[in-house]
């Protein structure tokens, strides 16, 4: 097999193809054009998204010359749903959101040398589309029967699906073929649930250009219990960081469960086989410290942040513990750090509350009377410093930035509290 098709299925990135053989000699043949598509249906990429981006880094190392297609014109519509109908987006606003996803995309490869990058918008070729064109040139093509034997269409017959979203497997299949005819692109990537429409792209090429091109698809990421991965209680994981803060970046791959952590570090870090398989024999022998998720929240937010960030999340969470200055940190960090503990926001007057009162607002005890008992024991820390008088008020110079109290019990009961005065 290829030597990146090689290193794609070790790594765990291959859930379909159309043709493996046919693809190896494709790809040996010499560098090739593929693409993979991102539609602006909110205004940041996601951790799903970035499956797909290490999947054409990969490629891109391999020699290859990735296409990232940002859909300006399928992002007004939407790929349909199992569950129910898109709410259709305001042009302007999707378009707003094109350059957002066009800035994020482009962090992810190089746009230099013999496998340089390129960005594209499919609203370019389908602006000026007319309906007569689009369905003589491309709607001919298709069987409505092979249509509705779709998954996602069949799973939505019996609630109902707009004309609209049924016929996004038709502009898909555009993209792919105007890329083939533009660029000589003869490979598209996507998640396996994109199967369907990206399959239905090499039948639209086969039939109207009589060429024969490839398709691979990924696996869908989930947690151990199958749940979706890339999800919090509070949402997707964002790549935006004014989404999703680097802090909380960090900390929701430190948390990545035990069985599934070698997987994460497969896709997402670029550490050798060996590596990975010595950071997962220390998941098996020495699961408390936590080897390997600590690599691989290290790794992934190194590469979608920046070390520096990576560091202050790094530091950010030691200092929550007692182990670094809460002081010295950046307030984007604090604040981000207060609203991963679900911080509390106070209204204050001219007088600042007690640190009885803190304590109970943030949750660390259950009620003033608790805080007390806290205080009394020698367990209670407000801003990492032991309270020892229970009726003292926290003090203007104790704030962090001005407005900011990380509240502690113990070792490992953190909360906080936002004052706003």
Known sequence: ?????????????????????????H???????????????APSLHMGNLVQLMLARRFQAGGHRPILLVGGSTGLIGDPRQSSERVMNPKD?????VER???QVSQFVDFDGPSAATVVNNYDWTAELSTLDFLRDVGKHFSVNRMLDREVVKARLETGISYTEFSYVLLQSLDFRELYKRHGCTLQTGGSDQWGNITAGVELIRRSEGARVHALATPLMTKADGTKFGKTESGAVWLDPAMTSPYAFHQFFLNAEDAKVAEYLRIFTTRSQEEIDDLARQTVETPHLRAAQRALADDITDL?????????????????????????????????????????????????????????ASGVVASKSAARRAIEEGG?????EKVTNPDA????????????????????TVGAIELAR
């Open 1 to 25: 097999m290829n030597a990146v098709l090689d290193e794609l299925t070790w790594r765990g990135f291959i859930a379909h193809s159309t043709d493996p053989d046919a693809l190896a000699s």
């Open 27 to 41: 790809l040996d043949a010499g560098p090739i054009s593929f693409y993979v598509g991102f539609d602006p249906t």
């Open 93 to 97: 606003l999707v378009h707003e959101w």
């Open 101 to 103: 996803i066009r800035a």
């Open 304 to 360: 979608v942040h920046s070390p520096a960030e990576r560091q202050a999340a790094t530091d950010a969470a030691a200092a929550l513990f007692g182990r670094a200055e809460l002081a010295s940190l950046p307030e984007a960090t604090v604040a981000a750090v207060c609203e991963e503990l679900g911080a509390h926001r106070l209204d204050v007057g001219t007088e600042l509350p007690t640190v009885v009162d803190l304590l109970a």
């Open 380 to 384: 209670a820390y407000l801003n990492n």
């Open 393 to 412: 008020r926290v003090l203007g110079d104790q704030l962090l930035h001005g407005r900011y109290v990380v509240t502690r019990r113990g070792k490992r």
